[in-house]
């Protein structure tokens, strides 16, 4: 009895792995929306203390539907990325524009997350660059007395 209690489980269990595995051998939606970005890395690159920290990603749907982009997430809150909340149609271009807190002193290197309905639904962006010191907060240097 207990050998055909161990064999029916074991049968159950491969007959759920292989229903199991089934199900994951769908292929990809050919025709799926495809982002390509121009760039997936903007460098700053030394820039003042409280400067224009506004930067844009360009991008362009290649795939054959209808981009839709569902939410993009910076790294930390002083990266806040904003981006198209309507799809972009196939073959036409827009951008993922990304303000960086530039009170910060110092380099910096800060990623965005874009997830979209594209056939890669997750996509990496990084911007990094460094912050000058803030001029009015250096001590002024001062010429000895004679010279």
Same mark, same amino acid.
């Given at each position: 009895?207990?050998? @055909?209690?161990? /064999?029916? #489980?074991?049968?159950?269990? &491969?007959?759920?792995? =292989?229903f199991?595995?089934?199900?994951? /051998? /769908? +292929?990809?939606?050919?025709? =799926?929306?495809? !982002?390509?970005?121009?760039?997936?890395? !903007?460098?700053?690159?030394?820039?003042?203390?409280? @400067?224009?920290?506004?930067?844009?990603?360009?991008?362009?749907?290649?795939?054959?539907?209808?981009? !839709?982009?569902?939410?993009c997430?910076?790294?930390?809150?002083?990266?806040?990325? %904003?981006?198209?909340?309507?799809?972009?149609?196939?073959?036409? #271009? &827009? /951008?993922i524009?990304?303000?960086? @807190? %530039?009170?910060?002193?110092?380099?910096?290197?800060?990623? !965005?997350?874009?997830?979209?309905? @594209?056939?890669?639904?997750?996509?990496?962006?990084?911007?990094?660059?460094?912050?000058? +010191?803030?001029?009015?907060s250096t +001590?002024?240097? %001062?010429?000895?007395?004679?010279?």
């Amino acid at each position: 009895m207990k050998k @055909a209690i161990l /064999t029916l #489980s074991i049968a159950f269990v &491969a007959a759920i792995g =292989a229903f199991a595995q089934d199900n994951s /051998t /769908t +292929p990809a939606n050919p025709n =799926a929306p495809e !982002i390509s970005f121009e760039s997936d890395v !903007i460098d700053y690159g030394t820039i003042e203390h409280n @400067a224009d920290g506004n930067r844009q990603f360009k991008f362009k749907n290649t795939g054959k539907e209808p981009l !839709i982009i569902t939410n993009c997430q910076g790294s930390c809150g002083c990266t806040v990325p %904003t981006w198209p909340k309507e799809p972009i149609r196939p073959g036409a #271009s &827009a /951008t993922i524009d990304v303000k960086y @807190a %530039t009170d910060r002193v110092g380099s910096f290197e800060k990623t !965005i997350t874009v997830t979209s309905n @594209a056939k890669t639904a997750s996509k990496i962006l990084r911007i990094k660059g460094v912050v000058k +010191p803030d001029p009015s907060s250096t +001590p002024a240097t %001062t010429t000895p007395a004679g010279h």
